[in-house]
């Protein structure tokens, strides 16, 4: 079982920057796998951000972030960050990591609770 943790997620002001963490614990099946960043804002649909390998060696970015957001993974590989710049009001939303084996973006294996981010202007 992995257990996802996210967390950073707070009220900013338009053109802020702010960093995401998901913490990955827990057993894995095996030492490769993807974390992916998600997002929900309210009535709408969940949508796919960006990913990352496991090694960190592969990364991929939904265009409608591609430029402002960057994905990265700590050195001991149990940590994700979503670095997001120049926020606008737009980017309000529940901020959730995915868990995927197979690199599956819409249906990860697991997901974390979610991290709130408010962009007031």
């Known amino acids: 079982q992995v257990q996802l943790v996210e967390s950073g997620g707070k009220s900013v002001q338009a053109g802020d920057s702010l960093r995401l963490s998901c913490e990955v614990s827990?057993?894995?099946?095996?030492?490769?796998?993807?974390i992916g960043w998600y997002r929900q804002g309210d009535a709408k649909e969940r949508d796919f951000l960006a990913a990352?390998?496991?090694?960190?060696?592969?990364?991929y970015y939904s265009d409608s972030i591609k430029g402002r957001f960057a994905i990265s993974i700590n050195s001991t590989w149990n940590t994700v960050y979503l670095q997001m710049n120049n926020l606008n009001v737009e980017d309000a939303a529940l901020y959730y990591c995915?868990?995927?084996?197979?690199?599956?973006?819409?249906?990860?294996?697991?997901w974390g609770q979610g991290t709130r981010v408010t962009v007031s202007s």
């Open positions: 995915g868990f995927t084996y197979d690199g599956h973006w819409p249906a990860p294996d697991y």
């Open positions: 990352i390998s496991s090694s960190g060696g592969s990364t």
């Open positions: 827990g057993r894995t099946r095996r030492s490769s796998y993807y």
